[in-house]
């Protein structure tokens, strides 16, 4: 397969991830350049990703320019996805961007609509169903080891204190759902293979909490299919937190499905008791770009196309707009992008 040359753009909290964990320990892509206008990392960068100065850019149109990418990794703030991204697609080159895909519905249908007039991929990096606990569960739900799902429950603890002076999720009136139940949202879809239908959604801001804002939801999903869903989160827990993935029940028609961490546990599955224990390394990013770069060469669709991602993000807003409500919570129809 083609080695695919990358420009990333972002070089901060979530940009260092993807120089850290994938690119200098990965080589089935080409790092082709880093844009970023802090040079105070410019060593930093060059050290972790085995760049030289001439490959790190302060604008974007130019490393796109001179390095001519196959794809942009597009590591910033969700409030300029929309501008940096046309950047790229512009160009005729294909674009991998953090989520949320934006923060209102109107700048998320325009890059899809971008999309779709320039013919080149637009990606989002919901990275959580390629941790190979979750490619366990959605293999071991397709064998119908539980049978059909009929409802699934999922909780998220975190005491999250957002590090840094110009973090962008100290200002989102939802950081929880924008940035973190996102990932559970994906996930139920990945899960039982359907979109949501309604939801219902209360979410507060505790006075603990390091978030100036709504920190804590609860959520209620009625998906397509029937399969009827629970969801509470909280970054501003006291104790007991779960991982970033949360702890999952699901609850078949022949059996329950747990998952906690990087283990599985079945209960009634074909009238016996069993456990997954699966590797805790996070491969996702690779797994991730590995996808969309099969999905190229195939000539299909990759799991994460905003087509089928801006159906997550649905979710989300749907779920916002039934938590605005006064007095009793809402039933909010989940109105396709």
């Known amino acids: 397969m083609k080695k695919y040359r990358i420009v990333q753009l972002g070089a901060g909290s979530f940009g260092s991830q993807w120089l850290e964990h994938v690119f200098a320990r990965w080589d089935g892509a080409e790092l082709a350049g880093v844009v970023s206008t802090n040079k105070s990392r410019y060593n930093w960068i060059m050290k972790t990703a085995g760049l030289r100065q001439d490959q790190i850019f302060e604008n974007l149109e130019t490393a796109l320019d001179v390095m001519k990418p196959d794809l942009l990794l597009n590591v910033t703030p969700p409030a300029?996805?929309?501008a940096t991204s046309l950047a790229a697609l512009k160009r005729g080159i294909a674009?991998?961007?953090?989520?949320?895909?934006a923060l209102n519905r109107e700048e998320a249908a325009a890059l899809l609509k971008a999309s779709d007039e320039y013919r080149k991929p637009v990606y989002i990096?919901?990275?959580?169903?390629?941790?190979?606990?979750?490619?366990?569960?959605?293999?071991?739900?397709?064998?119908?080891v539980i049978g059909h799902i009929q409802s699934i429950g999922v909780e998220f603890y975190r005491n999250h204190h957002v590090t840094g002076t110009t973090n962008y999720h100290m200002e989102l009136e939802h950081p929880l759902l924008m940035d973190v139940s996102i990932h559970h949202f994906d996930l139920v879809r990945f899960f039982t293979g359907s979109d949501a239908?309604?939801?219902?959604?209360?979410?507060?801001?505790?006075?603990?909490?390091?978030?100036?804002?709504?920190?804590n939801?609860?959520?209620?999903?009625?998906?397509?299919?029937g399969?009827?869903?629970?969801?509470?989160?909280?970054?501003?827990a006291h104790s007991d937190e779960t991982a970033w993935t949360g702890n999952w029940r699901i609850e078949g028609d022949r059996g329950i499905m747990r998952?906690?961490?990087?283990?599985?546990?079945?209960s009634g599955g074909n009238g016996e008791d069993r456990e997954y224990t699966t590797d805790s390394d996070d491969l996702s990013g690779r797994s991730l770009l590995t996808d969309i770069f099969e999905s190229v060469e195939q000539g299909c669709g990759a799991q994460s196309d905003i087509h089928d991602n801006i159906r997550t993000l649905d979710m989300v807003f749907a779920a916002i707009?039934?938590?605005r409500s006064k007095g009793e919570p809402v039933w909010k129809r989940v109105i396709p992008s």
């Open 80 to 82: 300029v996805h929309l």
């Open 95 to 101: 674009v991998l961007c953090e989520k949320p895909i």
């Open 125 to 144: 990096a919901e990275n959580y169903r390629f941790f190979h606990v979750m490619q366990k569960v959605k293999k071991l739900i397709e064998e119908g």
């Open 197 to 215: 239908a309604s939801v219902c959604a209360a979410v507060w801001a505790p006075p603990n909490s390091h978030y100036p804002r709504n920190a």
């Open 217 to 225: 939801a609860d959520v209620l999903f009625n998906m397509k299919n």
């Open 227 to 236: 399969v009827q869903v629970s969801y509470r989160g909280q970054l501003a």
């Open 259 to 266: 998952i906690k961490d990087s283990c599985i546990s079945i």
């Open 321 to 323: 707009d039934s938590s």
